[in-house]
């Protein structure tokens, strides 16, 4: 992109979407990463609450998959407070009663299974942005054995499993042919919408994961972080948040202080790095010693030799 097209835009879907977003921006490559978890969470608590999605304000900030809704309002009442009894009614003592397995794929999908979010919420007062299935891999809290995994997740979201089970409904002759009589229509994702302002100039506000130039006060300057952006004919225009709450930041900076790592150790190809950005992740050491986490990455640097240029040396 720097040889071909210098003044284009990246728009990046793939995860880890922090640690790429920060990287391919120090390479010098403008981009902006997309991801669909405030949209599903903030439908998620307009459904919690039952008020209409149309309704509702919000303010969110934070780090990929970590981002806090610091408000949250309907006719003019901020309903934070509401959030937190809600979710600790339906998600946090219902979820620790409900028995491995009963909780069936459609109470999952739903936001069924919100136990990990709704502690994670007591801990720091504010509701984030990523399910409580993938949030559990980030902290040390919750998957230190498998019976703490069954009780904080009682039924397995498999992905891929969900994906292969759908019947041939997403054929794409018959896609092709309902758009052209029906007309394409963009779903929630951000890059379509991104396109269209961008070449109408029609201005829209979307959520997207930029460098930390002065966004958000109390993490760190040039991390990665995921804030509102205006999007328009000027491109992706991210607009400053100012500071988390302090413990939304904490939890915030533990993350990007591996995510740094990453970053440098690709950057720089260091397996040493890897080493300690592994060490530091806290479900890694919440389950390996130090010896165990320098024998797994060994292990894995082998198995993706392949695929690692300098860093397999």
Known sequence: MKEVCPSALLIQYANPISVNCWA????????????????????????????????????????????????????GENLLDRIRAVMNERHGARMTAVPAGEL???????????????????LTGYFHSESSHHDSEYWAWFRKSPALVSSYLPARWDYFDICTAHPDDHDVDSFIEESRRTGLRP??????????????????????????????????????????????????????????????????????????LVVRAALEASRELVYTAAALDPLTGASLTLPQIREMVDRLFEAERPWLGELAA
């Open 24 to 75: 391919t921006e120090l390479l010098g490559v403008p981009t902006v990463g997309l991801c669909h978890s405030i949209q599903h969470t903030s439908r998620l608590l307009a459904h919690e609450l039952q008020i209409p999605y149309d309704e509702v304000t919000f303010d969110c900030a934070g780090v990929n998959h970590t981002a806090w809704f610091t408000t949250f309002g309907h006719g």
């Open 104 to 122: 069936s794929e459609d109470e999952i999908c739903q936001g069924r299974n919100e136990r990990v979010r709704t502690e994670l919420m007591n």
């Open 187 to 260: 779903s929630e994702e951000y890059g379509a919408y991104i396109i269209d302002s961008m070449t109408t100039g029609t201005k829209r506000i979307i959520y997207g994961n930029v460098p930390n130039h002065g966004l958000i006060g109390n993490l760190p300057a040039g991390s990665c972080v995921e804030v509102a952006c205006l999007v328009s004919d000027f491109g992706v225009r991210p607009m400053a948040y100012g500071e988390l709450p302090a413990a939304c930041a904490a939890l915030n900076n533990v993350q990007i202080n591996v995510q740094s």
